[in-house]
Every structure is written in C-alpha cells, then in structure tokens.
C-alpha cells in the first residue's frame, strides 16, 4: 500500500501559477507511475498529467504547453507545476499511484487539493 499526502492547491487569477506537490508513503522505485488527476462540478474525474517510473509523461490536450509533471525520487515526490492557468482548471486536484501486486495493479489516491482560478 501507499499513502499520498497533497499540497499546494489554493486560489490564483487567471494567467497565474500554482505548484502541487504529492508525497508517497513508500519509495518512487516500488511505484509503476503517478499521476494528477482532476474532478471539477458535476464531471467526470479526468486525468491531467502522469509520470511513470522510468520517467515518460503523459499530458491531457488541454493542459499541454501549461502543466509540467516531475518526479524527486530522494523524497518521493511527485509535483505539478501549473502556469498559465484558466477559469476552467477549477476542481479538485487529486494524486495518483499505480502499483503492480501480483500482476495486478491497484490505484491509490490522495485526499485531493482544491485549484480555483478567478476570472
């Protein structure tokens, strides 16, 4: 198992940045790959940006170009980096883990850290 612990959602204006930071309960090396994942009003949650262990990122179209997802395996962090942020970016921002057991893998996920981008 795997515990994630979020930080650094808030409120900014649109045009501005926030960094979200998610740390894992257990060593990056035992993690297939994480990710960031977000649910706003009345949708589906959706992911925004995975990284796997050997380092390959995965963007949604929307948030290319803006959001850059890293890995600090030393303290087994994952952040994203928000720039450029739009109105549409509000929701709830949850962190994702992907581990293999037994040649089943198995999602953990965070608490989930609000974004609100004003207009």
């Known amino acids: 198992q795997v515990q994630l612990v979020e930080s650094g959602g808030g409120l900014v204006q649109a045009g501005g940045s926030l960094r979200l930071s998610c740390r894992a309960s257990r060593s990056m090396s035992s993690i297939n790959a994480m990710g960031w994942y977000r649910q706003a009003p009345g949708k589906q949650r959706e992911l925004v940006a995975a990284?796997?262990?050997?380092?390959?990122?995965n963007y949604a179209d929307s948030v290319k170009g803006r959001f850059t997802i890293s890995r600090d395996n030393a303290k087994n962090t994952v952040n994203l980096q928000m720039d450029s942020l739009k109105p549409e970016d509000t929701a709830v921002y949850y962190c994702?883990?992907?581990?293999?057991?037994?040649?089943?893998?198995?999602?953990?996920w965070g608490q989930g850290t609000q974004v609100t981008v004003s207009s």
């Open positions: 990284i796997t262990s050997g380092g390959i990122t």
């Open positions: 994702n883990a992907k581990l293999m057991i037994l040649l089943r893998e198995y999602d953990y």
